[in-house]
T-cell receptor, first 113, second 111 residues
Framework: DAGVTQSPTHLIKTRGQQVTLRCSPK?????VSWYQQALGQGPQFIFQ???????QRGNFPDRFSGHQFPNYSSELNVNALLLGDSALYLC????????????FGNGTRLTVT | DAKTTQPTSMDCAEGRAANLPCNHS???????VYWYRQIHSQGPQYIIH???NNETNEMASLIITEDRKSSTLILPHATLRDTAVYYC????????????FGAGTTVTVRA
Protein backbone atom coordinates (compact mmCIF):
# COMPACT_ATOMS: atom_id res chain seq x y z
CA ASP A 1 0.00 0.00 0.00
CA ALA A 2 1.68 3.17 -1.22
CA GLY A 3 1.80 6.01 1.22
CA VAL A 4 1.73 9.70 0.32
CA THR A 5 3.88 10.35 -2.72
CA GLN A 6 5.23 13.73 -3.80
CA SER A 7 6.99 14.91 -6.91
CA PRO A 8 9.51 16.11 -7.69
CA THR A 9 11.78 15.39 -4.72
CA HIS A 10 14.04 18.35 -5.43
CA LEU A 11 13.58 21.50 -7.48
CA ILE A 12 15.64 24.62 -8.18
CA LYS A 13 13.92 27.77 -9.42
CA THR A 14 14.85 31.40 -9.95
CA ARG A 15 13.24 34.37 -8.22
CA GLY A 16 10.07 35.48 -9.97
CA GLN A 17 9.36 32.10 -11.52
CA GLN A 18 6.37 29.92 -10.84
CA VAL A 19 6.42 26.35 -9.52
CA THR A 20 3.96 23.44 -9.29
CA LEU A 21 4.37 20.64 -6.80
CA ARG A 22 2.35 17.44 -6.89
CA CYS A 23 0.95 15.05 -4.31
CA SER A 24 -0.83 11.71 -4.47
CA PRO A 25 -2.58 10.82 -1.21
CA LYS A 26 -2.41 7.49 0.56
CA UNK A 27 -4.87 4.96 -0.82
CA UNK A 28 -8.31 5.49 0.71
CA UNK A 29 -7.62 9.09 1.73
CA UNK A 30 -9.65 11.96 0.30
CA UNK A 31 -8.30 15.00 2.15
CA VAL A 32 -4.98 16.68 1.36
CA SER A 33 -3.10 19.34 3.32
CA TRP A 34 0.05 21.23 2.42
CA TYR A 35 2.76 22.42 4.79
CA GLN A 36 5.92 24.50 4.38
CA GLN A 37 8.97 23.68 6.48
CA ALA A 38 11.85 26.14 6.52
CA LEU A 39 15.25 24.86 7.55
CA GLY A 40 15.44 24.23 11.29
CA GLN A 41 11.75 24.95 11.92
CA GLY A 42 8.59 22.94 12.33
CA PRO A 43 6.13 22.60 9.43
CA GLN A 44 3.70 25.50 8.87
CA PHE A 45 0.19 24.85 7.57
CA ILE A 46 -0.56 26.34 4.13
CA PHE A 47 -4.03 24.99 3.23
CA GLN A 48 -6.24 21.94 3.08
CA UNK A 49 -8.42 20.53 0.30
CA UNK A 50 -11.43 18.30 0.42
CA UNK A 51 -13.97 17.63 -2.34
CA UNK A 52 -11.84 19.73 -4.69
CA UNK A 53 -12.28 22.87 -2.61
CA UNK A 54 -9.99 24.76 -0.25
CA UNK A 55 -11.44 24.29 3.23
CA GLN A 56 -8.85 25.76 5.57
CA ARG A 57 -6.02 28.17 4.98
CA GLY A 58 -3.04 29.25 7.02
CA ASN A 59 -1.28 32.60 7.02
CA PHE A 60 0.17 32.45 3.51
CA PRO A 61 -0.20 35.03 0.72
CA ASP A 62 -2.30 34.54 -2.38
CA ARG A 63 0.84 33.63 -4.31
CA PHE A 64 0.25 30.20 -2.82
CA SER A 65 -2.63 28.39 -4.46
CA GLY A 66 -3.73 24.83 -4.86
CA HIS A 67 -5.96 22.41 -6.58
CA GLN A 68 -7.45 19.02 -5.86
CA PHE A 69 -8.46 16.66 -8.64
CA PRO A 70 -11.35 14.16 -8.74
CA ASN A 71 -8.91 11.33 -7.96
CA TYR A 72 -7.98 13.24 -4.74
CA SER A 73 -4.47 14.10 -5.89
CA SER A 74 -3.39 17.68 -5.39
CA GLU A 75 -1.10 20.40 -6.66
CA LEU A 76 0.50 23.31 -4.88
CA ASN A 77 1.34 26.33 -7.02
CA VAL A 78 3.57 29.19 -5.96
CA ASN A 79 3.82 32.30 -8.15
CA ALA A 80 6.44 35.05 -8.19
CA LEU A 81 8.90 33.03 -6.18
CA LEU A 82 10.93 34.76 -3.47
CA LEU A 83 14.18 33.61 -1.90
CA GLY A 84 12.20 33.07 1.32
CA ASP A 85 10.07 30.44 -0.38
CA SER A 86 13.01 28.06 -0.24
CA ALA A 87 11.82 25.24 1.98
CA LEU A 88 10.65 21.66 2.22
CA TYR A 89 7.04 21.42 1.07
CA LEU A 90 5.11 18.61 2.67
CA CYS A 91 1.85 17.04 1.64
CA UNK A 92 -0.32 15.19 4.15
CA UNK A 93 -3.41 13.11 3.54
CA UNK A 94 -6.14 11.66 5.70
CA UNK A 95 -9.66 10.35 5.50
CA UNK A 96 -12.75 11.83 7.06
CA UNK A 97 -12.98 9.38 9.92
CA UNK A 98 -13.06 11.31 13.17
CA UNK A 99 -9.57 12.34 14.24
CA UNK A 100 -7.91 10.19 11.62
CA UNK A 101 -4.20 11.00 11.80
CA UNK A 102 -2.53 12.85 8.95
CA UNK A 103 0.02 10.85 6.96
CA PHE A 104 2.86 12.87 5.46
CA GLY A 105 4.94 12.40 2.35
CA ASN A 106 8.69 13.01 2.32
CA GLY A 107 8.27 16.37 0.68
CA THR A 108 9.67 18.42 -2.17
CA ARG A 109 12.82 20.41 -1.44
CA LEU A 110 12.46 23.75 -3.26
CA THR A 111 15.46 26.02 -3.64
CA VAL A 112 14.94 29.54 -5.00
CA THR A 113 18.07 31.29 -6.27
CA ASP B 1 -5.60 26.30 19.84
CA ALA B 2 -3.80 25.06 22.91
CA LYS B 3 -0.05 25.52 22.83
CA THR B 4 2.47 22.87 23.80
CA THR B 5 5.83 23.15 25.54
CA GLN B 6 8.56 20.57 25.06
CA PRO B 7 12.22 20.40 26.08
CA THR B 8 14.56 21.44 23.30
CA SER B 9 16.63 18.29 23.37
CA MET B 10 17.33 15.09 25.25
CA ASP B 11 19.65 12.13 25.04
CA CYS B 12 18.79 8.50 25.57
CA ALA B 13 20.83 5.32 25.79
CA GLU B 14 20.13 2.63 23.25
CA GLY B 15 17.93 -0.11 24.66
CA ARG B 16 16.59 2.07 27.45
CA ALA B 17 13.16 3.66 27.64
CA ALA B 18 12.89 7.23 26.41
CA ASN B 19 10.34 9.43 28.20
CA LEU B 20 9.41 12.59 26.32
CA PRO B 21 7.40 15.16 28.27
CA CYS B 22 4.96 17.70 26.89
CA ASN B 23 3.02 20.43 28.66
CA HIS B 24 -0.34 21.57 27.30
CA SER B 25 -1.84 23.40 30.25
CA UNK B 26 -4.47 25.28 28.19
CA UNK B 27 -5.87 22.19 26.48
CA UNK B 28 -9.64 22.08 26.05
CA UNK B 29 -11.91 19.15 26.72
CA UNK B 30 -12.37 18.28 23.04
CA UNK B 31 -8.70 18.52 22.06
CA UNK B 32 -6.59 15.48 21.34
CA VAL B 33 -2.86 15.12 21.97
CA TYR B 34 -0.93 13.89 18.94
CA TRP B 35 2.70 12.88 18.63
CA TYR B 36 4.70 12.91 15.43
CA ARG B 37 8.38 12.47 14.78
CA GLN B 38 10.58 13.59 11.92
CA ILE B 39 13.72 11.80 10.99
CA HIS B 40 16.22 13.89 9.07
CA SER B 41 15.16 14.62 5.47
CA GLN B 42 11.87 12.75 5.80
CA GLY B 43 8.29 13.85 6.35
CA PRO B 44 6.73 13.74 9.83
CA GLN B 45 5.66 10.27 10.90
CA TYR B 46 2.54 9.73 13.00
CA ILE B 47 3.25 7.94 16.28
CA ILE B 48 0.19 7.97 18.51
CA HIS B 49 -2.67 10.12 19.79
CA UNK B 50 -5.06 10.20 22.73
CA UNK B 51 -7.79 12.18 24.45
CA UNK B 52 -7.66 11.29 28.14
CA ASN B 53 -6.93 7.60 28.45
CA ASN B 54 -3.47 6.13 28.16
CA GLU B 55 -2.77 4.68 24.75
CA THR B 56 -0.31 2.10 23.45
CA ASN B 57 0.57 0.89 19.99
CA GLU B 58 3.45 -0.92 18.36
CA MET B 59 5.61 2.19 18.38
CA ALA B 60 5.03 3.85 21.73
CA SER B 61 2.87 4.52 24.76
CA LEU B 62 1.15 7.79 25.58
CA ILE B 63 0.47 8.71 29.19
CA ILE B 64 -1.88 11.65 29.75
CA THR B 65 -2.25 13.10 33.24
CA GLU B 66 -5.68 13.09 34.82
CA ASP B 67 -6.04 16.88 34.50
CA ARG B 68 -4.83 16.56 30.86
CA LYS B 69 -2.38 19.42 31.32
CA SER B 70 0.61 17.30 30.38
CA SER B 71 1.54 14.04 28.71
CA THR B 72 4.52 11.75 28.24
CA LEU B 73 5.47 9.77 25.17
CA ILE B 74 7.34 6.60 26.04
CA LEU B 75 9.54 4.76 23.58
CA PRO B 76 10.00 1.47 25.47
CA HIS B 77 13.31 0.33 24.00
CA ALA B 78 15.02 3.13 22.12
CA THR B 79 17.15 2.26 19.10
CA LEU B 80 19.50 4.40 17.05
CA ARG B 81 16.76 4.67 14.43
CA ASP B 82 14.60 6.53 16.95
CA THR B 83 16.90 9.55 16.72
CA ALA B 84 14.58 12.27 15.44
CA VAL B 85 12.70 15.46 16.27
CA TYR B 86 9.54 14.63 18.23
CA TYR B 87 6.54 16.93 18.05
CA CYS B 88 3.71 17.08 20.57
CA UNK B 89 0.62 18.65 19.00
CA UNK B 90 -2.87 19.48 20.22
CA UNK B 91 -5.58 18.98 17.63
CA UNK B 92 -9.09 20.33 18.02
CA UNK B 93 -11.37 18.13 15.99
CA UNK B 94 -12.13 16.32 12.75
CA UNK B 95 -12.21 19.49 10.70
CA UNK B 96 -8.92 20.84 12.02
CA UNK B 97 -6.11 20.04 9.60
CA UNK B 98 -4.04 23.00 10.74
CA UNK B 99 -1.60 21.15 12.95
CA UNK B 100 0.60 23.58 14.88
CA PHE B 101 4.10 22.14 15.02
CA GLY B 102 6.36 23.84 17.51
CA ALA B 103 10.10 23.35 17.62
CA GLY B 104 9.76 19.84 19.04
CA THR B 105 12.28 17.85 21.06
CA THR B 106 15.44 16.65 19.36
CA VAL B 107 16.04 13.15 20.70
CA THR B 108 19.45 11.61 20.23
CA VAL B 109 19.80 7.91 20.99
CA ARG B 110 23.39 6.98 21.80
CA ALA B 111 24.97 3.53 21.57
Amino acid sequence: DAGVTQSPTHLIKTRGQQVTLRCSPKSGHDTVSWYQQALGQGPQFIFQYYEEEERQRGNFPDRFSGHQFPNYSSELNVNALLLGDSALYLCASSDRVYNSPLHFGNGTRLTVT
Amino acid sequence: DAKTTQPTSMDCAEGRAANLPCNHSTISGNEYVYWYRQIHSQGPQYIIHGLKNNETNEMASLIITEDRKSSTLILPHATLRDTAVYYCIVRVNLNDYKLSFGAGTTVTVRA
